[in-house]
């Protein structure tokens, strides 16, 4: 029976507040995903990260969402981008400290996705990494999307104002293999009215075990 469990974890800047959904059955992978700008209302309870979360668990995966540091009961103040990627380390931890053994999946929505590419490159326990709605005028950059050489998933919605599906297509496509990319036809950057669509790319990419490549 799936579950959700909510608590606290330790960061580097104190005490993380997190929400941990478990799976039917023994999880297959363990995942973290990663909330947009916190100083722009960015928060583990979009809608986008927790049906990115539900296609996760869908898919046989355990999916910690958490607060950055400063949001919400996470303590610490915010950091740039620089102290959240410590954040986002810390959550690898507490997976690998309760599903020992088991791959571990990294990814984000947003600021949350050009955090944990950026962290992906330096930190190799992430065996496989998803970019949602990456903001490419606003955070991020094309060096941050060819960074990782995980396995690779973006999410990007058509009508993205910070990155368009076909911007984002012109940048991953080059990229070596393995990576995918699914646009999502009518969306915007919060993938408003296509959120099933987000959670199906998600679910299908997770079920298709990207970390054995």
């Not at 960015?42 to 950055?68: D, E, I, P, Y």
């Not at 088991?102 to 992906?120: E, H, Q, Y």
């Not at 995980?150 to 919605?157: D, Y």
């Amino acid at each position: 029976m799936a579950t959700s469990e909510s608590f606290d974890f330790t960061g580097p800047a104190g005490l993380l507040e997190a929400i941990l959904m478990g799976p039917d059955g023994p999880p297959v992978a363990a995942a973290v995903v990663c909330h947009a700008h916190p100083l722009h209302g960015g928060v583990m309870h979009f809608k986008a990260v927790f049906r990115a979360a539900k296609g996760l668990q869908s898919a046989g995966l355990a999916a910690l969402r958490f607060n950055f540091r400063s949001v919400g009961r996470s303590q610490g103040a915010h950091d740039d981008g620089v102290g959240e990627q410590e954040d986002a380390r810390a959550a690898l931890d507490e997976l690998e400290r309760r599903f020992p053994g088991l791959p571990l999946v990294l990814g984000g929505f947003s600021f949350g996705s050009v955090v944990a590419l950026r962290l992906a490159v330096r930190d190799s326990r992430a065996r496989a990494v998803f970019a949602l709605g990456f903001p490419l005028v606003r955070f991020g950059d094309a060096s941050t999307l060819a960074a990782p050489t995980q396995p690779r998933l973006f999410v990007q919605g058509e009508h993205d104002v910070y990155g368009p599906g076909e911007t984002l297509r012109g940048l991953v496509e080059p990229l070596p293999p393995p990576r995918e990319l699914v646009i999502v036809k009518g969306a915007d950057h919060f993938f408003n009215g296509e959120l099933d669509a987000l959670q199906h790319a998600v679910s299908a990419w997770a079920e298709s075990r990207p970390w054995r490549t």
